[in-house]
């Protein structure tokens, strides 16, 4: 199974990277963002490109943490 042992140096930045973004979002769990806003926004996410922001948000969607939501074909995501 891929799953155990050491995790790698991106895993562990990646870890790093959604801890941030969790914070982020937390302090206004009401509010929808877009995977640009969070690139705008959140100073980890400046450097990071758009997929990259993507997989980890799908990865804290998989954690439970993050929902997804849609309104007019457009994803937005919020703290849960």
Do not use: H, W
């Not at 990646?14 to 100073?43: A, H, Y």
Request: proline content about 1%; overall charge neutral.
């Amino acid at each position: 199974a891929s799953g155990e042992g050491k995790k790698t140096a991106t895993q562990i930045a990646n870890d790093g990277i959604k801890e941030e973004i969790v914070e982020f979002m937390s302090n206004d769990s009401n509010r929808l963002f877009t995977i640009s806003e969070m690139q705008k926004e959140i100073p980890c996410c400046a450097e990071l490109s758009n997929q990259r922001v993507s997989a980890l948000i799908r990865q804290l969607m998989n954690e439970g943490k993050v929902e997804r939501l849609e309104e007019k074909r457009k994803a937005y995501f919020r703290y849960v």
